[in-house]
């Protein structure tokens, strides 16, 4: 039984993978004592077998890597530029990001990108909510609080995201979600209730059939593991918490995995193992795919989320899209009617969308 | 955040909790004097909302309302509660067809709150029964017998021993609850842990269903209840998640297990305990509290995590058990049809998840160890075992991922100690796998076959 009980186990003399340099770290995920130079081979190692045992990519594939500054997207970007080197994957990469117009945080962040850019020699990209929505985040939570901005932060990031995957034609974007978080994902959709988000949420590829397909090359990596794996190779990352996200209910879910993780540490993966094999029947009722009429996005209503939220905003309706109410899009036409004309923010069309 | 619930929900959510709080302290005044009001309904919100005409619990009992704190206190009366209560959990009995009236059933009590309630009504339905019995002419259908079983841990829980003066004196009570439940008579079985060894009966992760059952099967019973509730089984849905055992998850979170020789029943499913300590207190049911351990290591975290988000959300554990109970069970998790009386409702329920057994499938294959079902990131080496003989390195590939991590030892030469010392029928639990399996092929090429012996001569 290998649970670890808060007792140190023997310091040993060598390294337990070459045996022949001095451990100089304890690996978060299976607590072998281990040096350096393994740690980055076997850390590099198995992304590079989840990448292939997963067919995550294929040869000549343009991908771009969702670059927000912080250490789960500088450290993919790093090691997937490596990997694609050693391996040679064939792939073209580039950075992408994403400005939600929070003021001492993402235009913090958004310089280490650029100095991604120059380091990793990675094209960049950068997308605004300013741009797209014409809100920013700072604006957004001024109008509507603290308590429901992690949803309309989600919901424009996504559709940002896809956005500017669509202009720089990439085939493939790759986000540096990690086993923390899709552990985190799977209580929470426990919690919520959500049985069809549960059957989705440990898929490594998602949105095959929508505009861009998504991959998570760290899904089985542990976010200990990658902070360490940044702090011995001294790679530049931005290291804050968002500042308007300490509300948000992930935290329940995280403190608990944190706990949870210094009593057995293979309990993130066991987690993340659960969630792949619950018996989920595929005749649960799941969304019906169609587009958005306002916009043209992907969507199973018949607005998008983005463009609800974004009505409730403009209308000064913060409760829009996120209570369950008689909403937007069972009776939106009568609205529609009213509001057409009034802003020019409204009539702002996001765009031609080549989806 | 709204309550997800969708209004089934028993407990109300939070939103209602805290607008009853008020209710409540600003009808204090009112419900010191503990008059019923009816003549000016200024006082309306003392009143039950369902019958309209007695005094909630909270403003009559407001000892046994702080037990539960959720908003039942403040909305019920103690009758109309006490027949919600009841209501469920004969609605879970009837809908899935848990007892018939030739059944002996056995309950398991291990001295709380939630066995002790499901033993009383257990006993409130065998009086019913006996009622009708009496009353009617033909005496065509016979009463349903009923035993309690007790399982005594002490054995496993060295740390904290209970000096053995007060674990007598508990039995003791225990007996006396039991013999208060007349008629009709109850036997009353006490078990210490280590009988697992004398009787031909397996071991598990969950033990207690193991032993219980043993004593079951020794005895003559045809059913097991337990009295697991809502609360219990939302801790269990997400120790489970967090020790990968997701794919048999399903399996034990049912309202029936058939797994097991004698099937598990679980009527208070849908009973939170909160639910359940307050009838305790209400009817001053007895229960005997120094035989509860505290729990301790993964399943102690997952118990204080779901506390917590319970006093944040009252409705949480409903909403745990309901996304678990999304997921699609297994055709052992009804009463098998050979039992009598197949009722209406229960085939329904059946139908929905399709619950038939699928002659194309292969029968599941379980872990020997917990019996849980296998799902296939479990099998290992499964073929290798056919033909030859059982050995630990065997018998370890034969285990689900979870116990081979959690109960399993890592080195081989105390994995080799560890299996001399398992009971007989654990190993010979592996042995008839491996029989299920060659019978299910056989059974599908019957027809080709040209020989009746495996090697084909």
């Not at chain 2, 607008?19 to 309306?44: F, I, L, M, P």
């Not at chain 2, 349903?144 to 496993?156: K, M, Q, W």
């Not at chain 2, 139908?351 to 699928?358: D, G």
């Not at chain 2, 590939?397 to 030892?409: D, G, N, R, T």
């Amino acid at each position: 039984m290998e649970e670890a009980q808060g007792v140190k186990p023997k310091k040993k003399a060598f390294c337990s993978i070459c045996n022949q340099r001095k451990p100089a770290l304890k690996r978060p995920k299976t607590l072998d004592q281990i040096c350096r130079e393994c740690f980055y081979a076997v850390f590099e190692d198995e992304i590079h077998r989840v990448i292939v045992d997963n067919q995550l990519f294929k040869p000549g594939e343009r991908v771009a890597i969702g670059a927000s500054g912080g250490k789960d997207s500088t450290v993919l970007a790093y090691v997937l530029s490596e990997l694609n080197r050693r391996h040679n994957y064939g792939l073209d990469l580039f950075l992408l990001s994403v400005d939600e117009g929070i003021t001492g945080y993402r235009d913090d962040s958004l310089e280490t990108v650029k100095r991604n850019e120059i380091q990793y020699g990675l094209p960049l990209k950068v997308v605004s909510y300013k741009d797209l929505y014409g809100w920013t985040m700072d604006e957004i939570v001024k109008l509507i609080g603290l308590k429901n901005n992690c949803t309309f932060c989600g919901v424009f990031r996504r559709q940002a995201l896809d956005r500017g995957a669509a202009l720089l034609k990439v085939d493939k974007l790759a986000t540096g979600h990690n086993a923390d978080d899709i552990a985190e994902t799977v209580l929470l959709n426990i919690l919520r209730g959500d049985i069809a988000r549960l059957s989705r949420c440990t898929s490594i590829t998602t949105g095959e059939d929508g505009p861009i397909p998504r991959c998570k090359p760290f899904k089985y990596t542990y976010e200990k593991e990658i902070v360490m794996y940044a702090y011995f190779k001294r790679l530049d990352y931005f290291s804050t918490e968002c500042i308007y996200s300490p509300n948000a209910y992930r935290g329940f879910a995280r403190e608990f995995i944190k706990d949870l993780e210094r009593m057995r540490p293979r309990a993130i993966l066991d987690i993340i193992r659960s969630g792949e094999n619950f018996r989920i029947s595929t005749s649960t009722k799941m969304p019906e795919q169609g587009t958005c009429e306002r916009c043209g996005y992907i969507s199973s209503q018949k607005w998008c989320k983005a463009c609800v939220l974004l009505e409730g905003l403009n209308r000064g309706l913060p409760k829009l899209g996120i209570n369950r109410s008689r909403g937007l899009n069972s009776d939106h036409t009568k609205d529609v009617k009213r509001s057409n004309g009034t802003k020019n923010i409204e009539s702002k069309q996001c765009g031609t969308l080549d989806f | 955040m709204a309550c997800s619930s969708g209004g089934s929900c028993q407990s109300g959510c939070y939103k209602d909790y805290e607008e009853e709080e008020e209710d409540r302290h600003s009808q204090k005044k009112e419900a010191a004097n503990g008059v019923s009001t009816c003549g000016n309904d200024v006082n309306n919100r003392d009143l039950c909302v369902k019958c309209k005409s007695n005094e909630t619990i909270a403003a009559a009992n407001p000892g046994a309302a702080a037990v539960a704190s959720g908003g039942d206190g403040g909305r019920f009366c103690a009758d109309c509660f006490r027949s919600n209560l009841f209501g469920k959990f004969r609605f879970a009995i009837t809908s899935n067809a848990m007892i018939s009236s030739s059944d002996n059933v056995l309950v398991a009590f291990s001295g709380g709150t939630s066995s002790r309630v499901a033993l009383q009504f257990v006993h409130e339905m065998q009086c019913k029964a006996q009622k009708n019995f009496d009353a009617s002419r033909d005496r065509s259908l016979p009463v349903f017998g009923v035993g309690v079983a007790f399982v005594d841990e002490s054995a496993i829980y060295p740390v904290t021993p209970v000096p053995s003066r007060q674990f007598d004196e508990a039995i003791e009570d225990m007996k006396l609850i039991v013999s208060n439940l007349s008629p009709p008579r109850k036997k009353f079985h006490v078990a210490p842990i280590a009988n697992i060894y004398s009787l031909d009966s397996g071991d598990g992760n969950d033990r207690l269903k193991e032993l219980v059952n043993a004593i079951a099967l020794q005895n003559g019973y045809t059913k097991l209840v337990l009295g697991s509730c809502t609360s219990r089984i939302a801790c269990h849905v997400l120790a489970a998640a967090v020790k990968g055992q997701g794919y048999s998850l399903a399996a034990d979170i049912q309202y029936v297990d058939a797994r097991w020789e004698i099937p598990v029943v679980l009527p208070l499913r849908d009973c939170l305990k909160q639910e359940l300590d307050m009838l305790c207190c209400l009817d001053s049911l007895k229960v005997v509290k120094v035989l509860e351990n505290p729990r301790s290591g993964i399943n102690g975290l997952v118990s204080s995590f779901v506390k917590l988000l319970q006093e944040e959300n009252p409705s949480r554990e409903c909403t745990i058990v309901r996304t678990a109970g999304k997921l699609t069970p297994f055709h052992f998790n009804r009463i098998p049809d050979n039992d009598d009386g197949a009722h209406l409702a229960s085939q329904r329920r059946q139908k929905k998840f399709n619950l038939k057994s699928n002659e194309s499938l292969p029968p599941e294959s379980f872990c020997p160890i917990c019996n849980s079902p296998l799902s296939k990131s479990d099998f290992l080496s499964w073929n290798d075992v056919e033909n030859g003989q059982l050995s630990a390195e065997t018998f370890e590939a034969k285990c689900c991922l979870s116990c081979q991590f959690q109960i399993l030892p890592k080195e081989p030469s105390s994995m080799e100690d560890f299996y001399s010392f398992l009971p007989q029928l654990i190993i010979s639990r592996t042995k008839d796998g491996n029989h299920c399996n060659q019978r299910w092929l056989r059974e599908q090429i019957q027809d080709c076959l040209l020989s009746d012996s495996e090697d084909g001569t």
